[in-house]
């Protein structure tokens, strides 16, 4: 670890900040070395995926003085996978238990060095066997996780809940993210234990839903969403989709191609005008959402640095 009173120059600012691009940090060689001599010795590196802020919240309270955030959609699309630190986290959001499938394909190709590595797991209301399944996942991968744990926060999954009242309820966020820290800092080496209900719970929700656990939610964004004529051509959704599927067209904006459906696009629309397709034979949206009105961004996240951590149009 190598920390200085030095005033920061813009890129080491930004680097801190975790609004770095990724791609213009890794090295030409494909390795992000933290040892390297040309920037300075960082120990800790925290991969994040995001749709609503939660998991780039979390991945910055999480952040000591000489932490590389690094958004792990910018990384799949610049291709850069070698990473070597002292420490080496991951952050994302649980999706039906599991994680989100391009956290899933960068885990298959990350090639990660370090003598720590952790894993924390945003959840909303149920986090089942999210643990067990981030420590197959990555095991079949070649990692080990030394620590896994969980922590709850909003749950944006609109077809179940209405974002005005998820926001209204304390889910001691704050105390959790003391809990977590305080085991990081002496490198605690456990995972959060699983239930039998808890892994029923998730073998019934695979039964129900269909899902390939092998994916999870990968869905196609022109079956599942739609933008209605109050839409003003902003272009927001084109920057925070974490898989850059929208494009402002000559015959309005346009969403397809494979979806993580982490709903960036839906909840950060300043008019609400992308909703859900009306889908009555899908087990998921069969019942359509909660609160139409009701959208969701972490109060701590702005909209630039969701676009930042998301953007594709690079
Ligand atoms: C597609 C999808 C599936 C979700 N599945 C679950 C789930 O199985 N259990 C749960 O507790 N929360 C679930 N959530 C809620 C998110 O995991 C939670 O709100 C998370 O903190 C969002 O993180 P973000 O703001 O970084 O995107 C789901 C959300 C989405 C969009
Ligand atoms: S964010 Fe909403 S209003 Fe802006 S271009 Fe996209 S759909 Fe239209
Ligand atoms: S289309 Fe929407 S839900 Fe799908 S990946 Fe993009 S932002 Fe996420």
Redesign the pocket.
């Known amino acids: 670890m190598m920390e200085t009173n030095r005033k920061l120059n813009r890129r080491e600012a930004l680097k801190r900040m975790g609004l770095l691009v990724a791609g213009s940090v890794a090295a030409a060689s494909g390795t992000f070395a933290l040892s390297s001599c040309s920037v300075p010795k960082l120990r800790r590196i925290i991969f994040y995926f995001t749709?609503t802020g939660n998991c780039l919240y979390v991945a910055r309270q999480l952040a000591t003085e000489s932490t590389t955030l690094l958004s792990i959609p910018q990384l799949v699309k610049q291709g850069n996978y070698d990473f070597e630190a002292d420490e080496i986290g991951i952050v994302y959001p649980i999706y039906g238990h599991m994680p989100p499938y391009m956290v899933r394909q960068f885990i298959q190709k990350a090639r990660l060095k370090a003598g720590y590595k952790f894993a924390v797991l945003t959840f909303g209301a149920r986090k089942c066997n999210a643990v067990e399944i981030w420590d197959e996942a990555a095991r079949k991968a070649g990692h080990t996780f030394d620590y896994i744990t969980t922590i709850i926060m909003v749950d944006n999954w609109l077809p179940n809940f209405d974002m005005n009242e998820q926001m209204k309820l304390d889910k001691h966020i704050p105390e959790s993210l003391q809990r977590i820290n305080a085991d990081l800092a002496v490198r605690r080496r456990w995972h959060e234990p699983v239930t039998e209900e808890e892994r029923a719970m998730h073998a019934g929700f695979m039964a129900y839903t269909g899902l390939d656990p092998e994916k999870g939610f990968v869905?196609k964004?022109e079956k599942?969403?739609r933008v209605t004529d109050r839409c003003v051509d902003c272009g927001i959704?084109t920057y925070?989709?974490?898989?850059g599927?929208?494009s402002l067209t000559s015959r309005g904006v346009k969403?397809e191609?494979d979806?993580?459906?982490?709903?960036?696009?839906?909840h950060n629309c300043p008019q609400k005008a992308?909703q859900f397709a009306h889908l009555p034979d899908d087990p998921l949206l069969a019942r359509g959402e909660v609160n139409p009105d009701a959208r969701y961004r972490n109060e701590h996240i702005s909209l630039y640095d969701l676009k930042a951590a998301?953007n594709q149009l690079l």
């Open positions: 749709g869905m964004s599942y969403f959704c925070v989709c974490p898989r599927n929208y969403a191609g979806c993580e459906f982490c709903f960036a696009c839906i992308i998301n």
